[in-house]
Structure formats: C-alpha cells, structure tokens
C-alpha cells in the first residue's frame, strides 16, 4: 500500500510509461503541482467570470453588515490607526489584510474583489495539492476542481468579508500537513499558519491542541525528545502570532487576550432561551458591528450596576448563557440538535449579504448552486470518509479536525462563513468518495457499492431536510439590499428588491411594510396602500404600518381612513408622537 496515496493511489505508475514504482515522491509532486496550477486556473477564470457579473450588485456599491465594517476598519489602518485604541472584539487579520492592499492603492470594493479571487484560486492549488498527497493524483485533482466550482467559495471570494481569508488559511494549513512527520521547522509554520486563522476565525481555536497532538503523535517511531520537539515548535509558532495581539489588547485595553473578547455575548446569542440557531442581535435592529460591542457591554453594564472591563462582559455573557441552558436543559439539548443539523444543511445561512442574491445577477453562481451544494457534497464525503477508514491511523487528524469544527460552529450559532473551514476539509473526501464509487462499479463489487450508495442516500435525506423557513430568509436577503439602497436615497433601485422580497415570502410583514414604504417615498401612495393592509392582514401588531398607511391615505385625500389608522397607531405605540400628533390636527379641524 502506498504510503502517501493510500489504497486510492495504489498501483499507479510513476512518471516514464515503463516505471513500476508506486506513485509517491517526485512523480507525486509532479504530478501535484500541475494539477494544481490546472485548477487553480479554472477557479481564477470562473471566479473572474462572478466579479464581471455581479459587479452591479447594490450591497457592493452601499456596503451593510460586517463589510462596512471591515471596510472602514481596512481604511483607519492604511492611514496609519494600526494599533487602535480598544481592545479586539472582532477577529483583527482581516481588516489588517484590507489596510495593507487599500495601502498599496487597492481602495475600491472591486480591487479588494480581485485581490481575493487571486487567493481563493491560490487555496483552490493548494486544497488539490494536499488531497493529492494525502489520497491520490485523482482524487486530489477532483478535490481542486471541486472547490474551484464551489458557488459558497466563489461568493465569499466575492465580497468583503473574512471567510475568504479563513479560507485560504485553512487550504495553506491543509497543504502543510500534507507531509508526514513535520520537523521542527515546518511545524513552526503550521504553528504561525493556525495562529493567523484563529485571528481571522476564532472558532479554529478548537483545532490547536488537534495538531499538537497530532505532531506528537506522528514522531512515535522516533525517540519521545526528539518527537516533542515538532509539538513544541507548532506552539512556539503560534505564540509568536498570538502573545503580540495579547500584548497589543493589554496595551490599549488593559486586559490580556490572545484573540478577542466576543465569545461570551456569542455563547449567548446561540444558547439563551428561545435561540433558534441562527444570529438574533442583543438588541433586535441592531446587526451590525457598530452596535454589537456597544450593546453587550451596555446591557451588561445595567444589569450589574457598574462599569465593566471587556473580559468582564465575555464573562457576564458567558455566565448568563449558562444560567439559560440550567433553567431548562432539555430544550438546550434540543436546540443543539436543531444546530448540529444546520452545520452539514444543504442551505446556506447568511449574513447582511447572502450568496442568493448575488446568484439573482450571475449565471455562473445560479447554474452552480444548482447541481453543487453541501446537500450534494455531504453524501460524497460519507462515501469518502468510509472508503478512507482503513487508512485511519494516517488519516485520523483530519477526521478529528472535522468532527471538532462541526462541534465548534454548533455550539455557538450557525451561518454559512462560520461553516466554511468545515466544507474545505470535507471537499477531499468527497473526490476520495467518488473513486471508491468508481472503483467498486469497475470491479463489479455490487454489495460494497450498495451499501456505499445507501449510506450516501441516508445522508443526502439528511443533508437536504428543509429545516429552514427558506423564503423567509431568501426575503430576509433581499431586503437587506433594499435597505442599503434606501439608506442611501436611491429609491427606484431599492424597490424591486423589496419587491422582490414580497414575491419570495408573500406573508412577511415586514417585507411588505419595506415594499410598501419605497412605493410611498416614491409618490407611489395608491400602489403602496395595499401592501400596508397586507402587512397588517399578516401581523396586525406591527408598529408604524398603521401610521405609513394613514399617511398615504391621507395624501390621497380619504382623510377619514387615514384618521382611524392614526388612532390605531397612536393606541399600539403610546411613544408614537406623529400618531397623536395627526390625530389632534385632524380631530381639530
């Protein structure tokens, strides 16, 4: 059996027509590295094809969420704020990373754009050189192209967000622990490489104390010194990135951490009761980074009466996340099962920017999403993960790694980025598992290959359950374009993505409410009025339709109709001054 291809890559020949070597060594790398450059290639071009496409996309010209954030943050760095004044909340690499190319004249979204599709093809090489090591020159090279066609990889390599980053770290790391038995020196760089994506992922923490066990564990042919030393080097190449962000975070904030102070106000948001997995801020409306830290540390500041140093809110947060799943473990338990099912769904949770908008404007994300998805690539890797197991004792870390990430996204709360490491660790195993499917139906081993494609079939029901409220979210997704673009006054480019969300999810409230107030800030009161009855028809509770209804009515001239909404909506928000105030100027006419 080969020692680097496993049973995959056994009895393939080496470089000469002639040779009858096993496929390892030089013929190995060879044959690594012009896959690599081959998919690498492909994964360029098509991720270039997305950026021409999609360059017209609102959220990229008005940017929301966290890539506003980023972005401003990027900027303060290249103007030279690259120490900050308070400590991490958010993980730092990425922001660092956009001020170094805004530095070098990469100010525009669609400089940073192209800089990131440049090193997702860069992670699409090395993703295929490590699966080509680790089971073979096929599977690798099927690996490669797999992520070079993945719609989550081309979306995040097309906005500004982190997961682009996370994932070209996580591919670097991959391709590092591809070699057996790392001395000392390449472990210090795995070492380096895990510290920087626990700075642009936290959740990768998890994964630390995995590859020092891991580098102790493949030195056990060699003396217990000598076999420590990879382990020791791996930490010391971690502490080198982390010990300067903690000294950095106890300089401007007096306190000592490694990464960031946000893990107690996240432990919340995905385990207080009535938490459903997804993100739902402390203060509903406020998503965005500008509120997140200001909100934690107020509420927290007002429950306990004083001021409070950041590690002392992580801790209230922490402590308050634990009181909830105490007061009623059950549905704890339940929840984390509802979450450890959103990890390996079909669905891809977003954030502010979500990969079916953009697939509205490309043809290539749309045709893509289509046939290639986690509800696709999950059974793969099942099948993968199966035919590897005999190859467990050199393959264990990666299965560990997995399992560890899955359980990582779990326990705090699930969307699509905070998954994707997990994807790229499973996309080599799904090329292993389409081998094994081959390699079964050429040897005619019908039973192995039934029982291969029931276990694929058993895990594709899973996979693809529709365990979200997918329209609502879809409409969820729109709206968040159409906001960006009202905020921003542009009001005839806003309303078909309101409208767009109403055609998604017929029975949001707030859809039709967004939809309703672009029509009327438009003039358009007659076409606005009968999405506000509907938005009331749906949930008659909602503030501030009743008072938008009232208004156009009343521009239209049925001032009688407007008065009644008035009333209602001074009765249902006491605090609604417009309301009482229009009821008063009619009422004392």
Not at 185 to 197: D, K, R, S
Not at 459 to 472: F, K, M, Q
Not at 531 to 560: C, M
Request: charged share 15%; proline share 5%.
């Amino acid at each position: 059996m080969n020692e680097n291809g496993g049973e995959l890559a056994a009895g393939r020949r080496g470089c000469g027509r002639a040779a009858k070597v096993s496929y390892s060594g030089t013929c190995q790398e060879a044959g690594a590295g012009l896959g690599a450059a081959a998919v690498a290639t492909v994964a360029l071009a098509v991720r270039l094809a997305y950026i021409a496409e999609t360059h017209a996309v609102p959220t990229l010209r008005h940017l929301v969420g966290d890539a506003a954030g980023y972005l401003e943050w990027g900027r303060s760095i290249a103007a030279g704020a690259w120490l900050g004044s308070e400590a991490f909340y958010q993980a730092p690499l990425y922001p660092y990373v956009l001020g170094a190319v805004i530095a070098a004249g990469g100010e525009s979204v669609g400089t940073i754009r192209l800089v990131q599709a440049v090193w997702g093809s860069i992670a699409v090489g090395c993703l295929g050189v490590a699966a080509t090591r680790l089971l073979g020159r096929g599977p690798g090279l099927l690996a490669g192209l797999m992520l070079a066609l993945y719609p989550p990889a081309i979306f995040f390599d097309g906005v500004i967000q982190k997961a682009s980053l996370a994932g070209l770290l996580t591919c670097v790391l991959l391709v590092l622990m591809s070699r057996r038995a790392p001395g000392a020196g390449p472990a210090a760089v795995i070492g380096a490489v895990m510290g920087l994506l626990v700075l642009t992922r936290e959740n990768a923490a998890v994964w630390a104390p995995v590859l020092l066990a891991w580098m102790v564990v493949t030195g056990r042919s060699i003396g217990r010194s000598a076999r420590l030393a990879p382990a020791a080097a791996g930490a010391a190449g971690m502490a080198l990135v982390l010990l300067p962000v903690g000294a950095r975070n106890l300089a401007v904030g007096g306190e000592w951490s490694l990464s960031t102070f946000q893990m107690g106000p996240n432990l919340y948001i995905g385990n207080r009761g009535g938490a459903d997995g997804r993100y739902r801020p402390l203060v509903r409306g406020h998503e965005t980074p500008a509120y997140e830290r200001a909100d934690a540390t107020r509420l927290a500041e007002q429950a306990t009466g004083r001021p409070m140093t950041p590690r002392e809110v992580s801790r209230y947060w922490t402590g308050r996340a634990l009181a909830d799943i105490r007061a009623d473990p059950a549905a704890w338990v339940g929840l984390m099962g509802r979450k450890f099912l959103m990890v390996w769904n079909r669905y891809e949770v977003a954030d502010a920017e979500s990969q079916y908008v953009y697939a509205a404007d490309s043809f290539v994300l749309r045709c893509l999403g289509r046939v290639w998805h986690l509800g696709v690539l999950g059974p793969l890797a099942a099948v993968g993960l199966i035919g590897t197991w005999s190859e467990r004792r050199r393959l264990w870390v990666y299965y560990v790694l997995i399992a560890s990430m899955a359980a990582a996204v779990a326990l705090f709360y699930v969307m699509a980025r905070y998954r994707h490491p997990l994807v790229l660790l499973l996309i080599p195993f799904a090329a292993a598992g389409c081998f094994e499917v081959w390699r079964l139906a050429g040897r005619r081993a019908w039973a192995p290959l039934a029982s291969r494609l029931a276990l694929a079939g058993l895990v594709g029901l899973a996979v693809n359950l529709p365990i979200h409220d997918e329209p609502r979210l879809n409409a969820l997704a729109f709206m968040n374009v159409g906001v960006a673009l009202a905020e921003a006054g542009d009001l005839p480019a806003a309303t078909p993505y309101f409208a767009s969300a109403v055609e998604r999810h017929p029975g949001s409230a707030e859809a039709r409410n967004n939809l309703a107030q672009a029509l009327a800030l438009d003039g358009r009161y007659a076409e606005a009025i009968p999405h506000y009855r509907a938005a009331l028809a749906v949930d008659p509770t909602l503030t501030g339709v009743d008072y938008n209804l009232a208004v156009a009515l009343e521009r239209l001239g049925r001032t009688a109709e407007a008065l009644n909404h008035y009333r209602r909506g001074a009765a249902l928000d006491p605090t609604d001054q417009a309301a009482a105030a229009a009821v008063r100027r009619i009422e004392g006419r």
